[in-house]
């Protein structure tokens, strides 16, 4: 056994790094003690093991003659190959980590249940070259929330290859439920993650190609910019269709004519039907789901109402509104044939573009209502009105955790899981949320605070949004509203504001750069189509004795190397739009000696399958906007 001034050194020394890398985690392990339960001992071999005391009973959480050897066996029971990310479950003295280490991973997850366990680690063992390693995240006495929260950081890319989880049991069994809350986060991440990165990829498409349906639209919308601090150190109220909007009612037609009045369009259809017409409706969601906010708005109610339009919005929605319009202007697509005065940063989210044009106005305070981020009633996720809603029932996995089943209203069909975790409500209770909301709350935490804005939280239930006074709408009403006069002339403003502030859009610039680009792509389709035919049939030809010759395999190095020379940019957003991860691909297309050349095969021809079908989904979209502009007369 090493002395104390020894385990004191390792401690210490382990400590400071891991200070520099996780600085909650060592605050977590500083404070945590160690256990009677979990005892260092001398396995045979010279080595530590761990020996864990239970009523009397011991049991040796490695082996008690070569813990090495036995680590050896764990990690050669797994299948790496396609394998880069990891989450090993139980660490113990991590004997298993030091021969990840040595595996070709990009990223080794390492999941503790138990703090003094990692603490005793961390006396034992020197580890601070895992710490320092940038592959290694530790995840060690974390609730299920904290776990995710600190997976999601990583926001590692899981596409093509899905990752690998490991159990080391004597560590797992030891703690059960808490392994398993953890192993239901992980599979969560992972597919969220995987859904995710093929949702953005799909979403960057969709983005792309209503900024440029929404472009000749565009051309005659005048920006944001004439509402910078157009109502300077005014209140100014933000509604979102959370539960809580109803008791607000009274209070926003009270307000109206005294402070400006932004609402998602979400909340637009709640607000009409209760009588209360806000001043501006925020559109951001680019899906098409998104028209249904709009469907059946009266045209006389949209003549006193002013939308504000991102320019990656639903392209349906610009023709059917028939009041004023503004638009952010964004398009970083077209980057640099946008000239403008200046422009708002959007946000994440309907809710938080609304909550940052109301900052860009001027806004003190700004006034969040129906920002519930929470399911206060269980049996009701929105205000009534809203579009569609979704019915809630708390279930239960295996392990006994606790999750949110939402059903549609309107199609039962469609159904979701979440994690359900009760967070802090603003009257000092507990409330039900879901991870979406957490992030959403965290979002506007951080806004608050960077932003430096006084900000209101008008409401009596739902979570509580660090840095946002919190105070019942009527209460907020009294103290910035009541004294105010019915002033604002938000309409005559929005006139005079339309006249000066219509961006200079360069169409003669767009045209040529669209054309460029159709020819670049044109190009890659051609080639890529040549280059997959000449590796299809390499592959054929060694395919029945899966032997192929030294120059064939050379020669597929080649054709790729030369593919990612010539339209290393026009692959790279063809990879994206395929789902495939650029991080990963162009190290997994050519032929090494420690690969199955089959397996290498099977995915190139894959990979360049699906960069074919992405570059002719990019030239029909340049090719119908081109076709659109000149139907226009705008080229």
């Not at 199955?596 to 960069?611: C, N, Q, V, Y």
Request: glycine fraction near 6%; aromatic fraction near 12%; hydrophobic fraction near 40%.
């Amino acid at each position: 056994m090493p002395s104390d001034v020894e385990q004191y050194t390792i401690l210490e020394k382990n400590l400071d790094a891991l200070k520099s890398k996780d600085f909650n985690l060592y605050q977590k392990v500083k404070s945590t003690p160690l256990s009677g339960r979990f005892v260092l001992d001398d396995a045979q071999n010279g080595s530590k093991t761990i020996v864990f005391v239970d009523n009397g009973s011991k049991k040796y959480l490695h082996s008690r003659y070569d813990p090495e050897k036995e680590a050896e066996r764990f990690v050669k029971s797994y299948d790496f190959t396609k394998r880069l990310e990891v989450f090993v479950f139980g660490i113990g003295l991590g004997y298993h980590i030091d021969l990840l280490l040595e595996e070709r991973l990009e990223s080794i997850n390492v999941l503790e249940a138990d703090l003094s366990l990692f603490r005793l680690l961390l006396s034992a063992r020197d580890i601070t070259s895992w710490i320092m390693d940038e592959r290694i995240t530790f995840v060690v006495g974390a609730t299920a929330i904290e776990a995710m929260n600190i997976i999601n950081k990583k926001n590692q890319p899981r596409v093509l290859w899905r990752p690998l989880l490991m159990f080391y049991e004597p560590i797992t069994r030891l703690f059960p439920e808490k392994f398993s809350q953890l192993k239901t986060v992980v599979e969560d991440d992972i597919m969220y993650s995987s859904t995710m990165a093929t949702t953005v990829l799909v979403v960057s498409f969709k983005t792309m190609e209503n900024s440029f349906r929404n472009l000749p639209y565009l051309v005659k919308c005048p920006g944001v910019e004439g509402w910078l601090s157009a109502f300077k150190d005014r209140p100014i109220f933000c509604v979102s269709p959370g539960p809580s909007l109803k008791t607000a009612i009274d209070v926003l037609k009270k307000a109206k004519g005294k402070a400006p009045i932004v609402a998602v369009d979400t909340a637009l259809k709640p607000l009409l039907k209760n009588g209360v017409k806000p001043d501006f409706v925020i559109g951001m969601d680019f899906t098409p789901e998104n028209k249904r906010h709009y469907e059946g708005v009266s045209e006389e109610d949209m003549k006193d109402i002013i939308l504000i339009a991102d320019s990656d919005m639903y392209s349906e929605i610009f023709p059917m509104w028939k009041g004023p319009m503004f638009t952010t202007y964004y398009n970083h697509y077209l980057q640099g044939y946008f000239h403008f005065k200046s422009n708002m940063v959007k946000g994440p989210t309907t809710s938080h573009m609304a909550f940052l044009f109301a900052f860009y106005m001027g806004g003190d305070p700004i006034i969040l209502i129906g920002q519930d981020l929470s399911y206060p009633d269980i049996d009701e996720a929105y205000v009534p009105g809203v579009s569609y809603q979704r019915k809630l029932t708390i279930v239960k996995d295996r392990a006994g955790n606790e999750l949110l089943l939402k059903i549609n209203s309107d199609d039962p069909t469609k159904k979701s899981l979440t994690f359900l975790e009760r967070v802090e409500a603003v009257d000092g209770g507990e409330v039900i949320t879901e991870p979406i909301f957490l992030t959403f709350g965290i979002t506007f935490e951080r806004m608050i605070d960077s932003l430096r804005v006084n900000v209101i939280d008008a409401k009596t239930r739902g979570m509580k949004i660090k840095g946002a006074v919190n105070m019942p709408p009527d209460e907020a009403y009294e103290r910035f509203c009541k004294g105010l006069q019915p002033d604002m002339d938000i309409m005559g403003r929005a006139e005079v504001f339309a006249r000066y502030s219509v961006a200079d859009i360069d169409m003669k610039g767009i045209s040529k750069k669209m054309r460029k680009i159709i020819r670049r792509y044109n190009g890659l389709n051609k080639d890529v189509k040549k280059a997959f035919g000449t590796i299809e049939q390499i592959y054929k030809k060694g395919r029945r004795k899966n032997v192929w010759q030294e120059q064939d395999l050379l020669k597929v190095n080649t054709i790729i190397d030369k593919l990612f020379e010539d339209y290393e940019e026009e692959i790279g957003f063809c990879q994206l739009l395929a789902g495939m991860v650029t991080l990963l691909v162009k190290k997994y297309l050519t032929f090494t000696e420690d690969v199955s050349h089959k397996d290498r095969f099977e995915t190139i021809l894959a990979f360049w399958e699906g960069i074919m079908k992405a570059s002719k989904d990019v030239l029909d979209l340049y090719r119908d906007s081109l076709k659109l502009y000149k139907k226009e007369g705008l080229i």
